[in-house]
């Protein structure tokens, strides 16, 4: 039984706590009040210069060679990349554009020679009945 109400008072107090109107067997404690901190600005930070003549004296003709050859690969890989984005999206509304025109147009054709098999067809019935009589 005490567990019962030791569980219903957590309850009650987690109810409470999310209650938009006071109880009145509510007391507040301004301790578990939460206070804003003062706001403060960063300091600007940039980083330091770095001079790379420095850097590339210290580096072997190997190091440079391998340094120019990844530099290389990165950027043609993302040009690369972003040049074929581009084209496929290009490709993709001329083709939408071109294959929506063919449609268009086979519909168009299909049309006409359904019409005309379906005149062919009744004229030729209505010869048929006229031979008959």
């Keep these: 039984m005490d567990k019962d109400r030791e569980l219903a008072g957590k309850v009650d107090a987690l109810l409470g706590r999310h209650s938009t109107s006071p109880r009145p067997a509510d007391t507040i404690d ?3 009040v939460p206070v804003l901190t003062e706001l403060i600005n960063a300091p ?3 980083p330091a210069p770095v001079d790379t003549a420095d ?3 210290q580096l072997s003709e190997p190091e440079v060679d391998a340094l120019s050859q990844e530099i290389f690969t990165r950027v043609y890989g993302k040009l690369d990349r972003e040049l074929a984005n581009k084209l496929e999206d290009r490709i993709a509304a001329q083709l939408a554009t071109q294959i929506n025109l063919a449609i268009t147009n086979v519909i168009t054709d299909m049309r006409q020679e359904i019409a005309n098999e379906i005149g062919d067809a009744v004229n030729a ?3 048929d009945k006229l031979r008959q009589k």
């Design 30 to 32: 301004d301790r578990n």
């Design 44 to 46: 600007t930070w940039e």
């Design 55 to 57: 850097i590339l004296k």
């Design 125 to 127: 019935a209505l010869a």
